[in-house]
């Protein structure tokens, strides 16, 4: 599968072939969610907690007699029944991470890129290279029409060019190592530099 390559100020730099078995799948919606839902269960904090009949505040003292008051029978205020009393199988800590196969993930990785592929969504530019500056920067992508981009480099970014594209609003940059299914279906446009593609057909073959 052939594409154009472009450079940030819109001119054309020759032609890159794309691997099918990467960019030429026919998309599944059910792999990129499954994909999509481990990586947000393993990002969810699971810190919620309530306390439970142990570790609320109250006196130990029995509340009222034994016998004798036509009540029912009660030893502690802690009990769940009682208002501030104790939450009985509340959250607790924990995490809500589950297994998903690295063959699976690759897969699902894939089906993304086929996805942006298909859709019209993949950009291929030649380098991600910038003198610093957001303005320009702002301006050559405004004028590339790219207002939500995923931008996928090489081994690493290019430190002036990620400076510049920081303050930049709807625009993320990663490596290659970085890439991953809910970052790219997240945003309409999926850029990628050459480098980016040889070291994601190097990662994902």
Known sequence: ????????DGDKAG???LDEALFGLDPRADILHRVVRWQRAKAQAGTHKVKTRSEVSYSTKKIYRQKGTGGARHGSRKAPI?????????P???SHAHDLTKKFRALGLRHALSAKAKAGELVVIDTAESDGKTAILAKQIASLGWKRALIIDGASVN???AKAARNIE???ILPTMGANVYDI???DTLV????GVEALEARLK
């Not at 594409?3 to 940030?8: G, P, T």
């Not at 990628?192 to 480098?195: D, G, M, W």
């Open 1 to 8: 599968m052939k594409l154009d390559v472009i450079k940030l």
């Open 15 to 17: 032609s890159v072939d």
């Open 82 to 90: 009682f208002r501030k009393g104790g939450i009985y199988k509340g």
């Open 92 to 94: 607790t800590p924990r």
């Open 159 to 161: 430190e002036a060019f």
């Open 170 to 172: 709807g625009l993320d």
């Open 185 to 187: 279906l997240k945003r």
């Open 192 to 195: 990628i530099t050459k480098a």
